[in-house]
């Protein structure tokens, strides 16, 4: 009898903490940040699409964004997650910022302010939750941009422990 042995690396995460396919526009009325809403704010559903493995939200459709993903497990505050979010090259017609940031039931988990013009930027971050949080309370990503550009939300995954 001949026995196999696989071995295999495995990443220090567990399954992801959000499908990126499964978001939905976040109610403006609620809004966390509800003090960076511009006046008007426009925003097609078509300013948001599954883009090589990634949500991607056009600035151009889209000046102003906030978007919910369920969360797919409970997480205890402290535990340790990670995420990927890029911008490609900023642009406007006048120099401007953008403000882009992920929250957990309306508590900040990370953001960044960028100044317009800007080069494209990855961030990848890892950090504790801020918040005890359970299966289905909301992930949010705000985008509040000017111009033309594009933002991608990569993954949001937690870390297992070591």
Not at 125 to 130: N, T
């Amino acid at each position: 009898m001949i026995f196999t042995i696989i071995l295999s690396c495995t990443p220090p995460f567990s399954p992801v903490l959000i499908d990126l396919e499964d978001w939905r526009f976040g109610d403006l009325n609620s809004d966390p940040l509800i003090d960076h809403q511009p006046e008007l704010i426009e925003c097609a559903p078509n300013s948001l699409q599954i883009e090589s493995a990634q949500l991607e939200v056009e600035t151009d459709l889209c000046n102003y964004a906030l978007i919910d993903f369920p969360l797919l497990q409970d997480v205890p505050k402290g535990a340790m997650a990670d995420f990927l979010l890029l911008h490609t090259g900023l642009w406007a017609e006048e120099p401007a910022t953008a403000h882009a940031a992920l929250l957990i039931n309306g508590v900040t988990f990370w953001e960044t302010e960028e100044s317009i013009p800007a080069s494209a930027e990855f961030f990848f971050y890892e950090g504790p939750f801020p918040v005890d949080a359970k299966e289905g309370d909301m992930i949010q990503l705000h985008i509040h941009n000017h111009g033309a550009n594009d933002w991608r939300l990569g993954y949001f995954r937690r870390m297992e422990e070591e």
